[in-house]
């Protein structure tokens, strides 16, 4: 009896591992005509289904449904539309219904804080979860690769609020994180960077969260996420902090660690999140 129950566990658990979609993750920056052609042969829309644009981490939705329709119509893809849901106003539910079936769902740069503002905790964030348990992938650059994370980045310092210039410190308790979409439970995802030089934020927060992987992608660069492995996809470099074999140290505000892990991948390059 106990054999058939496990037996059955792991039918479940195999069949929800199946029935997940793809994470398509890029870290901001000029998307590549090569990118985006893997993210839609990635996606299968090529052939069937459509995309669906998510403009509401920009301040500009027009333009971002603009732009973000255009590069898939430029590389062949008719069948895409956008969506700019409000703040606060109930959700059409035949919108929500279209979120669901599509087969891509693509979110644009711009605040991931605003982003999830509009979204946290509302139907349209359970449609855009439907999505990906029925085997649609889901995208999004800068702001939109950011939400990915349970654990999210939202780029402001908790101890050097009007600190211009970027994050000068190793310190804790400075980098602010929230809630995100949650599709990486055992990751934090930062972006454009190795373009902006965003290590020490990335470092303090791997020396913080020891268990999650902190991944930083670089511009015109993605990830493709399939159940627990990574693929890089693009022209420069994903960088991986992993403190789950360091030793933290502190000296008052100031953290340290010994031995903490540093992969740098580049394009074809896979990786585990375990």
């Not at 005509?33 to 839609?40: D, R």
């Not at 780029?155 to 310190?171: H, K």
């Not at 290590?199 to 511009?219: A, M, Q, V």
Request: net charge positive; with cysteine.
């Amino acid at each position: 009896m106990k054999q058939f129950i496990y037996m059955l566990c792991l039918l479940f658990v195999s069949t929800a591992i199946l029935a997940q979609g793809k994470l398509f993750i890029i870290g901001g920056g000029k998307r590549p005509a090569s990118m985006i052609n893997t993210l839609i042969d990635e996606a299968d829309v090529r052939n069937d289904g459509y995309a669906v644009v998510l403009p509401m981490s920009s301040s500009n939705t027009e333009d971002a449904m603009l732009y973000g329709k255009k590069q898939f119509v430029d590389n062949g893809i008719a069948k895409v539309t956008a969506f700019n849901f409000v703040k606060d106003q109930k959700p059409d539910p035949v919108l929500l219904d279209s979120l669901r079936k599509a087969s891509l769902i693509y979110i644009s740069g711009g605040s991931q804080s605003r982003f999830m503002g509009v979204v946290r905790g509302t139907e349209i964030e359970k449609a855009i979860w439907d999505c990906y348990r029925n085997g649609g992938t889901i995208a999004g650059t800068s702001a939109g690769a950011a939400v990915m994370s349970e654990k999210m980045i939202t780029g402001n310092q908790m101890g050097y609020p009007d600190a211009d210039g970027g994050f000068r410190v190793i310190e804790a308790g400075n980098t602010e994180t929230v809630e995100g979409l949650g599709f990486l439970k055992n990751a934090i995802i930062d972006q454009h960077f190795v373009k902006r030089s965003r290590f020490n934020r990335l470092i303090t927060l791997s020396i913080e969260n020891p268990s999650l992987k902190c991944i930083g992608i670089d511009e015109s660069t993605a990830i493709l996420v399939t159940g627990n492995k990574a693929r890089v996809v693009g022209e420069s470099q994903v960088i991986v902090f992993d403190g789950s074999k360091g030793k933290k140290l502190e000296n008052g505000s100031k953290l340290g660690m010994k031995n903490l892990g540093l992969s740098i991948y580049l394009n074809g390059q896979e990786f585990s999140l375990n």
